[in-house]
């Protein structure tokens, strides 16, 4: 198969089209920079100069592939009125470029999308108010192509992706510790976050282009329900720190980021039963906890890019 790829040097996106181009298919990555375009290049797929606001480079692209992965997704989180305008713009222009043919198309959505406080499975309706509700309108640009003769699903990433070079939410964490003296969780710390490692993403990503049946809601989650306290124990145990209870208004001054806070007291625990059995994947990578123990979260280039990418504001 050959894939059009959005997001393909991002950070979970090389082991994708790593993944992808072992398994015999060819890709061409949308690359809007030189940079992201040798990045590409070196894992061996073809770039496609354009961006997402390029909406004919992106059908250009998807009419060209025999499927597509839409991964890329950023721009200002200040208005995510527009964030979700520029990523239904993409879905459309790529499933326009796929009508009719019965290609899949694969859109990435996160599994925070769903309803706190309890388990939720594939089937559940995601939560219009969620903290990330923004993602819902792209969800629903997808699988409206379901009815034009595209193979159309959509993969909820957990909100922790972890691995090597991992620059998201749980080195924001370490940071702050580093800074304070001290781990810290909310209140019990007892909410949950479910966890997948980049590889078993990126197996789940292969899968869904292969054979996810069309109107598919996809979980990537191998841990459904890892408490917020635990990840602050492991990390206090490696830095030799203490771990603390802190109220929500604490912990955005710990964190130096009300936006963080907000995103660590949540309860959103998350099944992926449906999925593994639909297609077959087995989440065999290292758990978070395990990482954590194990990785590179604790080396001085991970402190550099926490710091770099989740800077302290007042």
Known sequence: MHVFVTGGSGQTGPTVVTELIAAGHTVTGLARSAASSARLAALGATPHRGSLEDLDSLYDGAAAADGVLHMAYGGD????AALARRDCGAIDALGRGLAGSGKPLVITSGTLVMRGGRISTEQDEPDPDSVVAVRI??????????????RASVVRLAPTVHGPGDYGFIPALIAAARRAGVSAYIEHGANRW???HRSDAAGLFRLALEKAPTGSALHAVGESAVTIKSVAEQIARTLDIPTVSLNLEQAAEHLGNPFLAKFFSLDVPVSSEHTQALLGWAPKHATLLEDLATGDYFTPQASVRAEEVWPTRA
């Open 77 to 80: 989180y200040g208005d995510p």
């Open 137 to 150: 309108a792209g969800e629903r640009a997808c699988l409206d192509f379901a009815d034009q003769g595209v």
């Open 194 to 196: 479910p966890a997948v």
